[in-house]
């Protein structure tokens, strides 16, 4: 059985800096991209970026680029989203998901997630 379990959420103040994690059981973590994503209250879930299965190269929408930073640690089945200068409009519940063997941002084409993580980034 897939496990992501995404873990470091809380409540910052603007300019701040929070590094979440995501731990994966259960499948083979090297075979999958994992993508970070969010959700605000009432709007559509949205990629942050994600690191490539394929040597880990990484992606980000524009909206992020420059402050949220993905790494992977596949000897621990690990991967951290490291977000800094943060700002209001990034409060959201964060979700880590993994696809097998693509590179995508698209949320429909991740096979597995997280429960989420709330970040609430005051002003």
């Known amino acids: 059985q897939v496990q992501l379990v995404e873990s470091g959420g809380g409540l910052v103040q603007a300019g701040g800096s929070l590094r979440l994690s995501c731990a994966a059981s259960?499948?083979?973590?090297?075979?999958?991209?994992m993508g970070w994503f969010r959700q605000a209250p009432g709007k559509e879930r949205e990629s942050v970026g994600y690191?490539?299965?394929?040597?880990?190269?990484?992606w980000y929408p524009d909206y992020v680029k420059g402050r949220l930073t993905i790494s992977r640690d596949n000897a621990k089945n690990a991967v951290v989203l490291q977000m800094n200068s943060l700002k209001p409009e990034d409060t959201a519940v964060y979700y880590c998901?993994?696809?097998?063997?693509?590179?995508?941002?698209?949320?429909?084409?991740?096979?597995?997630w997280g429960q989420g993580t709330l970040v609430t980034v005051s002003s």
């Open positions: 259960g499948l083979t973590f090297s075979r999958y991209t």
């Open positions: 690191i490539s299965w394929t040597g880990g190269s990484t």
């Open positions: 998901a993994a696809v097998l063997r693509r590179d995508t941002a698209t949320p429909a084409e991740y096979a597995y």
